[in-house]
């Protein structure tokens, strides 16, 4: 599951981000002792980028990236981070891997607003391309 709210960010009250805070503090710890714990680090990013810690939740998912490199989910987030940071041709790059892994909830890119700035740029337009390319599959 993706860790990026396809919704719009709402402004957390002052109680939700003592907690996310407190969250955060806690995830960290978890980190610092087993660097590996995929599931603590994926939720460290969410929790970066929840409370607008771009460039933290960017590092992490750089790491997760290295650590699962075959993991669409992995590779979108990443992708989010980077469009996050107004870094789109990575951007571009990490959802165009995502893809290629497997990634094909097109409906939550189209509208993910963690994307927003690939969307306005112009690999975008490769990436509706080869969307456009992958055959539909029956359910």
């Known amino acids: 599951m993706p860790k990026k709210s ?33 599931e603590a680090l994926q939720a460290l990013g969410d929790d970066y980028t929840k409370r607008d810690r771009f460039q ?14 075959h993991d669409a989910i992995v590779h979108y987030n ?5 469009s996050l940071t107004q870094q789109c041709d990575l951007a571009a790059e990490a959802l165009t891997t995502a893809i290629n892994l497997g990634y094909h909830d097109f409906d939550r890119m189209a509208r993910d607003p963690d994307l927003k700035h690939l969307r306005e740029h112009a690999g975008y337009k490769k990436i509706q391309a080869k969307i456009r390319r992958i055959p539909v599959k029956e359910t």
């Open 56 to 69: 933290d939740g960017l590092h992490i998912d750089e790491r997760l990236a290295r650590l699962c490199p």
């Open 78 to 82: 990443l992708a989010c981070s980077y």
């Open 6 to 38: 396809s919704s719009p960010r709402r402004k957390p009250s002052l109680q939700e981000l003592r907690d996310l805070d407190l969250e955060i503090l806690f995830m960290e710890g978890m980190v610092k002792r087993d660097p590996h714990y995929i």
